[in-house]
């Protein structure tokens, strides 16, 4: 909870595309199939944020079905998060 508080108040005072933090808070839960909601998430101008549920530094690790979901997201196999 710590660490998520000090990423999101990093955000908060980062300018990237000409605008200062997020314009909205993250609230979107991620749903992966077969598994409910693992984590929170938000996207706004190119920058993408994920708070995983019940993991710790390995989160791919802890939590595999949110890890693949990235990863598949990442090299473009599914059409969004």
Known sequence: MIL???TLTSIQNM????????QQRPMED??????????????ERGLTWLDQYATNCF????????GQRH??????????L
């Open 4 to 6: 998520d508080n000090w």
């Open 30 to 43: 991620l749903v992966v199939p077969d598994q409910g909601v693992l984590e929170k998430k938000h996207i």
């Open 59 to 66: 989160g791919p690790e802890s939590q595999k079905p949110a």
């Open 71 to 80: 990863l598949s997201w990442l090299i473009g196999n599914t059409e969004g």
């Open 15 to 22: 300018t990237w595309n000409s605008e200062l933090r997020f």
